[in-house]
């Protein structure tokens, strides 16, 4: 996993509560057995809108969404991280996050910060460029801003050293094999 | 100190903690399906790792694939060759693939109880936001990303936050015409679909102990449509006697002392929940969603929401831009609204028990000219039950389309789907937009409700029928 550094970026605003996976990447394009290409379906129907904020000239190249409450919920798929993070999005603000979005999302370097309803109303009230800065959880609103936002400790290390959780697990084979011996298995699904 | 079923299922899989970092849980078992897995499969060879437990593992071929005849060939070749790839990665890796061609195929949770892989007591993962119906044997299962298949595979373990317990307490007794299907709806509409975010329900009580072990995975199915990643019943009789005689059930005296594990599991008496929410099943009402996410649901005879009446600006904005995308008006009930299809099918709802319901609804009755109804057992097995009740003679002399194993409609990836601006009466887990097809709308409903609107062609409340 590439280091998550610090960033500036304007955002792209999405005044839309409960975004689900499906709208994020229609599971029609689900059928793929690979990771790339997948920013090309990124919100593949509102796209289909010419005005649709993410066809707008001036939102090429941002790094941030900004987004209503609870953004990601539905389905599992980490295509949804995909498509953003190929897109160019670094992090996603919001309210909330919906569990597996956000699990997923921290495994494919891309941040979700969950800010409180007066800094996200005013985030969508202001225009400018908003900085973040992991390693001391700050974001600074393009008023100058700076509010913290809450990260767990060990996503944040493995974000900021490009650190991937697999590596982390295998490490932990003496003591993986060590349960698996004392817990015999309830099933075997091979016969 | 006394402890939650939750709190139990979770101290009896941490391999190890440390301080700073995650719980390392271990998994007793992963289901794994052709659309979240080649990417993980491709990671491990990346690595030149190996599946650790493929005893702890099976997959099976269900979002992707037709539901026509399965000795044609596949028309779409990218999903050919994505379930082409399910198999070749479970040859390589020696995991069992009951794919395509399997007599014991089906939608990955129908398949994991019905052969008795899902056992309480245990966890469970699967890349399927939908894994949690495992909970209603009294296993904690949740649905995990790709990335977390990858190190599954590779480990048997997954780093996890323990999540907060909410009780969800249902008492009474349902009325006729009113199901599981309904206790859940009715749930998501109360709590709102990020209500549960960071929890894992149980749901207690007479109403969901009444239930049987289908109607209660119907209950746990849809626990993530209330935000929440896990839902779970704690096991009793039912759980033993449904499990028991299965394929892959412990036999014998292992039975025995399995049964004497699993009556350990309840949650202690004077065990605190961290949330709680109670729902009256006397008071229940078929149940049904109107707008574009499940939590958008009403009684089935209720008025619409009416945006003009919510003060938030954002929730306001989000209720008319879900009725305009379905076509509908605030202030109005959604009954006698007309409906194009009817999909009966899902891991929520496509057990033998739900083609039992409907089909004895149906029996005798034609379903509306207007109306294409689509009926889709759960698994090969759900169809040679339903084959051996009589049941797809009684769908098709109504007028249905009886069709192969499958997720099919629910997810809309493998060709069955809605066109642009038709309604659905759906028994699966989601209305989000173009969800059964770009531009479909989409009203989840209960199995009996399902076959009523089939019936008449509009939104039905099926007690007029009964």
Redesign the interface.
Known sequence: MIPFTNFESRMIKL????V?T??II???F??????LGLDKQLFN?WRQDPDFVLNRPESQGLQILLA???FG??????HAPWALTQWGFRAVIST?????FK??SL??SLLPIVVPADVHAELFASDGPVKIDLPNQTLTTPSGREVHFEV???SK?CLVKGVD??G???D?EA??AA??AS?P??????V | MPRTIIEKLWDSHVVHESPGAPALLFIDLHLVHEVTSPQAFQGLRDRGLNARRPDLTIATADHSIPTTDRSLSIVDTIAANQLAQLETNCKDFGIRCLGVHSNLQGIVHVIGPELGLTQPGMTVVCGDSHTATHGAFGALAFGIGTSEVEQVLATQCLLQRKSQSFQVNVEGKLKPGVSAKDIILALIAKIGIGGGTGCVFEFTGSAIRALSMEERMTVCNMAIEGGARAGLIAPDETTFEYLKGRPHAPKGADWDAAVARWKQLPTDEGAVYDRSVSIDADALEPMITYGTNPGMGVSINASLPDPSQITDAMARDSITKALAYMGLEGGKPLVGHPIDVVFIGSCTNSRISDLRIAAGLLKGRKVSPKVRVMVVPGSQEVKRQAIAEGLPEIFRAAGCDYREPGCSMCIAMNGDQLSPGEYSVSTSNRNFEGRQGKGGRTFLASPLTAAASAITGVVTDVRTLL
């Not at chain 1, 005044?15 to 409960?18: E, R, Y």
């Not at chain 1, 909330?96 to 597996?100: E, G, L, Q, R, Y």
């Open positions: 005044p839309i509560n409960n689900d499906d709208q229609p599971a029609r689900l059928k793929t057995t690979s990771k129907d209503g409450d609870n919920c539905g389905s599992s798929r980490e909330s996050f919906a569990d597996i699990q997923n495994k494919n767990d400790q060990f290390h959780e697999l982390y697990i295998l932990q003591n993986i349960y698996e817990h298995a309830p099933i075997n699904a091979l």
